[in-house]
């Protein structure tokens, strides 16, 4: 097996070479079981030197002090994950009629009274996704409290932002794959996928595999639970019910639909236009092609700033610059001040270049790790 790496003697990579065969082997047993890779790597038990693993096998990237020297051995190319998935047909017309809803609300009469419930459902589902699901949940920037968990976890169900287990499964497995093409929702397979159609189009085999990076998530008790669909929509409907009957028909597409529309989409940014190369600056070299862009980062609370999240990802703040604004930021320092967030990981300066492989072996310990019932 022959490695070459760049910036390294050759001596010294004579003197490394057990440890990155090692790696070579770990990075292609993964393809038959990625949770064993998973669980290594992003543990960092391998050395100072850390690694990120490419998605093609074979393929390892190793940065040393934000440059990339690329290592590789003979490997087929993995054919598209996409083209040939038939739509899941139900997931679909469910995904569409939520947003078609959303869209007819804004063409009934707007009220004044429904502006209140408007926000306030559009900041439920909005920090429950980018404070629970995605800052916590899949990479434990912090703690909190269990019954505050449950909070979180139930505001994002009644938005249907997705059922914990394979959010955090499918987001795991998009950092150690990302814009590969084994990525999920990566724009290298065309917009429409990167934005919503990996939802509805994934391959087989998939599911499991997200579970599998979850497993940690699965022990919560709830979120086992909400992997059953009629059981997760429960939340939504309860929500949908009382604003049926407190403001009618128009008023409960006002109030619930519409603010999903835009936390849906807004979300959905987040993978699509956050990866493209035209569409925003970077701020650390990163191996994958993510972007910070200022406007997905102000209406997605922070989350559009994806370029410092994928250098850091276990950091608890997107939004490294005064200008760089991130209300889950913001919001997460407050539950610090009151005593219901600690051991919150806070970034470091933003000259402090972090290395991607730093952040992929912090992609979450629970990922490797027993999870704590919830």
Request: net charge positive; glycine share 8%.
């Amino acid at each position: 097996m022959s490695i070459i790496l760049g910036g390294e003697s050759h001596a010294e990579t004579e003197a490394r070479r057990p440890l990155y065969q090692a790696l070579m082997l770990i990075t292609m047993a993964g393809r038959a079981h990625p949770e064993i890779s998973a669980g290594l790597l992003l543990k960092g038990r391998l050395s100072d030197k850390e690694f990120a693993v490419c998605g093609r096998v074979g393929h390892i990237a190793h940065l040393s002090g934000g440059r990339l020297a690329a290592c590789c051995c003979n490997s087929k190319s993995i054919p598209s994950m996409f083209k040939r998935e038939k739509v899941q047909l139900f997931l679909f017309l469910v995904l569409i009629g939520l947003q078609v809803l959303g869209i007819i609300g804004l063409l009934t009469r707007f009220r004044i009274a429904y502006l209140p419930i408007m926000l306030a459902i559009f900041f439920l589902g909005g920090i429950c996704t980018t404070l629970y699901l995605h800052r916590y949940l899949t990479h434990r920037g912090f703690e909190m409290p269990e019954w505050l968990k449950f909070i979180f976890a139930t505001g994002s169900a009644v938005t249907l932002a997705g059922d914990p287990v394979m959010w955090v499964g499918d987001h795991r497995y998009h950092h150690l794959k990302s814009d590969t093409e084994e990525d999920i929702h990566s724009p290298i397979h065309g917009f429409p996928y990167a934005h919503m159609m990996w939802l509805v189009r994934k391959p087989r085999g998939f599911r499991e595999r997200s579970a599998r990076y979850a497993a940690d998530v699965r022990k919560i008790w709830y979120c086992h639970l909400w992997e059953h669909s009629a059981l997760y929509v429960l939340p939504h409907l309860a929500v949908a019910l009382v604003l049926y009957f407190s403001f009618g028909f128009s008023g409960m597409l006002w109030c619930l639909y519409v603010p999903m529309l835009f936390v849906y989409n807004v979300t959905w940014a987040v993978n699509s236009i956050c990866h493209m190369p035209k569409l925003g600056y970077r701020t650390f070299e990163t191996s994958d092609q993510s972007r910070n862009n200022f406007w997905v980062g102000l209406l997605g609370m922070g989350e559009g700033f994806h370029n410092n999240h994928h250098a850091q990802p276990r950091c608890a703040a997107h939004g490294l610059r005064w200008w760089e604004f991130d209300g889950t930021r913001y919001f997460i320092w407050m539950l610090e001040k009151c005593g219901l967030a600690w051991d919150v990981v806070w970034p470091k300066a933003v000259d402090e270049r972090d290395e991607e492989p730093e952040g992929l072996t912090a992609i979450s310990t629970a990922a490797s790790q027993p999870g704590e019932p919830a």
